[in-house]
């Protein structure tokens, strides 16, 4: 695909989302203009809604190319905005509004054009008469009318043509923004990134146009505000809006509603807008590939890690090359993956040379241990120490100690209870007993925390400093007592990052009068991000604003910390 025919221009589509209101999407109307040129636009607005703020006696309009400040009385202005805009409109034949735009918002323009006439004599009759015999570069006001300064435009005014008039492409390429909302100042932005745009087929940008609409239609649909849409599109980055519209679509034909798609992106907008989704389309060819169904994709997705889509395709693909080199047979290697992709995704292995040689094992044997521990992925990943794997007569007395933890938590032996729990939890008995305890050292007692872990026995499969981590969380930094983790231990489940933010959005709800003052942990935490903002966010006009703040600040600083 070129890079025209992916209409590059972050310009185009940071303030196209920012000028679309709601009507212009529900409406249409066909637009004819003197090219003879037509076209379908939402709600064509050909005027400007704000005027510049003048002085009372002077108005300053910005530098020139020497830095110097230029004022021009009022008076002045007026009479010579009036001949240039009689000039534009009735002499040169340009439409009125274009004619008005340049004779209003190209300050630099007319501060020239007033050095070279008599300012003694009546102003009107003196521009009249100067373009009377010199014609001036119409590409010049008119640029600058769009929003640049003369250093911006300087080389990118057309080649031996004076007239605006003789630039079709040009102004059938403006005239589709104006009708499809965009404000004139903001084009030239447009205009500078994404030149070659305005000099091509009209039929290029109105298509992109309409994808455009399309996409932002269906973001709307599911919820989002356009701030959200627009503050996920990054300035530097292309953007290919009928990819992105073929994405939605597909997660429609996974059977994903719009209310599971707005939760999904909510959490990780970079599924829809990294790469255009060409990512999250290259991660459902591999799914498809490991043997999952369209209709095993779509749930798959509604528990996205918090890892970039980009990330997770390339640990994905990471992993796969490992287990080839482990000598995993293809069988168990498309079940091994199918049955833990997610885990699988968030996890950035060590090669496999460095995996055996750490380990102290051979192919085999590792095949093995990770099919029968898959979370030790983790502990496998790149900057990680790795210890060797014990010998087989350590694993028989780690077993022995899970049995022992386990019968000391009150399951029977050789029950199907304890079967089930051998199964839920991970790690080795010490290890179990030691993250218990743990627990229990922040002022719990033994039958509080055992019964902690039977309603939530996964509290016990993370490392005593993520349970350190996300304690401290609760009790030092949130101000929680230790009691409530015994109410609702299933929050040690949940990340850091997701408590942080739910705590600290209820906290300014709070603040402003808008939230119970005893809201129970667990509903705060435990529901979807929909249903949160839904139910609590939007009680306050300016709880979405708060909400996208609070969320930047916690999970860019946990980014941070990933990267440093």
Request: glycine letters at 6%; charged letters at 25%.
């Amino acid at each position: 695909m070129t890079h025209l025919q992916k209409c590059k221009s972050t310009s185009i589509l940071k303030w196209a989302s920012s000028s679309f209101g709601q009507n212009q999407l529900n409406s249409s109307k066909s637009q004819v203009w003197s090219s003879g040129y037509s076209f379908i636009s939402p709600n064509t607005r050909l005027y400007r809604t704000k005027r510049v703020a003048q002085t009372e006696d002077s108005e300053i309009f910005g530098q020139l190319e020497i830095d110097k400040v230029v004022r021009i009385p009022r008076a002045v202005k007026k009479e010579a905005q009036a001949a240039l805009l009689e000039y534009f409109y009735s002499t040169r034949n340009l439409q009125f509004l274009d004619a008005e735009n340049m004779s209003r918002n190209s300050p630099l323009f007319l501060s020239k054009l007033l050095k070279q006439v008599n300012t003694e004599a009546e102003i009107g009759r003196s521009i009249a008469r100067f373009l009377c015999y010199h014609p001036v570069n119409e590409f010049e006001p008119f640029l600058e009318s769009l929003g640049l300064k003369p250093s911006e435009y300087a080389h990118l005014l057309p080649r031996n043509l004076m007239y605006l008039t003789d630039a079709r492409l040009l102004l059938e390429n403006y005239y589709v923004l104006c009708g499809y909302g965009f404000a004139r100042h903001k084009i030239g932005k447009i205009y500078k990134g994404a030149t070659e745009v305005f000099h091509s087929d009209v039929q290029i940008l109105v298509s992109k146009l309409r994808d455009f609409t399309k996409v932002l239609e269906r973001i709307k649909n599911f919820g989002f505000e356009t701030r959200w849409f627009e503050n996920n599109l990054l300035e530097d980055d292309d953007y290919n809006w009928s990819r992105m519209l073929e994405l939605l679509c597909l997660f429609s034909k996974m059977g994903l509603t719009d209310a599971e798609m707005a939760e999904m992106l909510g959490q990780h907008p970079d599924i829809l807008f990294e790469d255009s989704g060409d990512r999250t389309i290259l991660l459902i060819g591999f799914l498809l590939k490991f043997g999952y169904s369209m209709n095993q994709i779509g749930p798959m997705f509604l528990q996205f890690p918090q890892v970039q889509v980009g990330k997770f395709v390339s640990n994905l693909r990471r992993c796969f090359g490992f287990l080839n080199e482990i000598e995993m047979e293809t069988t168990k290697m498309g079940n091994f993956l199918r049955s833990h992709t997610l885990l699988v995704g968030s996890c950035c292995l060590k090669s496999a040379n460095s995996l055996l040689t750490y380990l102290c094992v051979g192919k085999k044997r590792l095949c093995s241990y990770i099919q029968k521990n898959p979370h030790e992925l983790k502990n496998f990943v790149l900057g990680a120490k790795v210890e060797r794997l014990p010998s087989l007569e350590e694993d028989s007395e780690s077993k022995l100690h899970k049995n022992k933890f386990l019968l000391n938590l009150g399951y029977v032996e050789d029950s199907n209870e304890m079967k089930k729990a051998l199964k839920v939890f991970r790690g080795k008995g010490g290890e179990l007993q030691e993250r218990f305890d743990f627990i229990m050292s922040y002022g719990l007692e033994h039958d509080e925390v055992r019964e902690m872990v039977k309603v939530s026995p996964q509290i016990l499969n993370q490392t005593k400093s993520v349970i350190q981590t996300k304690i401290d969380l609760l009790v030092k930094e949130l101000g929680y007592p230790i009691s409530a983790l015994w109410v609702f231990p299933s929050l040690l489940n949940y990340t850091v990052e997701r408590v942080k933010h739910r705590v600290s959005m209820y906290d300014w709800l709070k603040s402003q009068g808008m939230a119970d003052p005893v809201l129970a942990l667990s509903t705060i935490v435990a529901c979807s991000e929909t249903q949160f903002v839904k139910q609590y966010v939007n009680r306050h006009p300016n709880g979405p604003e708060a909400w996208q703040d609070l969320k930047k600040k916690i999970f860019s600083k946990q980014t941070n910390n990933i990267h440093s």
